[in-house]
T-cell receptor
Framework: EDQVTQSPEALRLQEGESSSLNCSYT??????LFWYRQDPGKGPEFLFT???AGEEKEKERLKATLTKKESFLHITAPKPEDSATYLC??????????????FGTGTLLAVQP | GAVVSQHPSWVICKSGTSVKIECRSL??????MFWYRQFPKQSLMLMAT?????????EQGVEKDKFLINHASLTLSTLTVTSAHPEDSSFYIC?????????????FGPGTRLTVT
């Protein structure tokens, strides 16, 4: 069964305290792994797409990496404005663009000043 | 780029009435759009996949006669909640995948908060 698991469920950091969020996946194939950020009461905001093991993407304080079984979202020197829920999703490798993404349940990140 | 809008952003309606929510891709065309529902502090729950010019594909357990989806153009999909009841109160979010570019990213709208009284 295709599955995406995110950990931890919640993470509290002090401002400047770097850490990583994990997204492990089990799918028959992989046509892309996606990271999103969601603020309360808003729709998810697209961050990154990773396609193959070894690929890395960066945006400001965020860096996403991908292996054959998991992805990490590294947050370097976070600021309070990085507080949000981070969602991971995978395209399971069949069906093309009409197929749904499989989402994890998210990691709620709180960065305290 | 890749902006998706939703209208309205919030709506309050009385039990038994119908509500229509619009989802528009503003700067790209989308053959496929998706409708999600999200309960407080929970992840996204896919309701249906909307395909331009054809019938929507509903997820198991989603009543197709209650949640009517129309994808009339490459930039517009609508979700109509018919005969709404308080249990339909939720946060509804749409997303769209660009027709061109070859990727599978979904770009999300800002969401619509529906409250049924």
């Amino acid at each position: 069964e295709d599955q995406v698991t995110q950990s931890p469920e919640a993470l509290r950091l002090q401002e400047g305290e770097s850490s990583s969020l994990n997204c492990s996946y089990t799918v028959s194939g992989l046509r892309g792994l996606f990271w999103y950020r969601q603020d309360p009461g808003k729709g998810p905001e697209f961050l990154f797409t990773l396609y193959s093991a070894g690929e890395e993407k960066e945006k400001e304080r965020l860096k996403a990496t991908l292996t054959k079984k998991e992805s990490f979202l590294h947050i370097t020197a976070p600021k309070p404005e990085d507080s949000a829920t981070y969602l991971c999703a995978v395209h399971p490798g069949y069906g093309g663009a009409t197929n749904k993404l499989i989402f994890g349940t998210g990691t709620l990140l709180a960065v305290q000043p | 780029g890749a902006v998706v809008s939703q209208h309205p952003s919030w709506v309050i309606c009385k039990s038994g009435t119908s509500v229509k929510i619009e989802c528009r891709s503003l700067d790209f065309q989308a053959t496929t759009m998706f409708w999600y529902r999200q309960f407080p502090k929970q992840s996204l729950m896919l309701m249906a996949t909307s395909n331009e010019g054809s019938k929507a594909t509903y997820e198991q357990g989603v009543e197709k006669d209650k949640f009517l989806i129309n994808h009339a153009s490459l930039t517009l999909s609508t979700l109509t909640v018919t005969s709404a009841h308080p249990e339909d109160s939720s946060f509804y979010i749409c997303s769209a995948t660009p027709t061109t570019g070859g990727g599978y990213e979904q770009y999300f709208g800002p969401g619509t908060r529906l409250t049924v009284t």
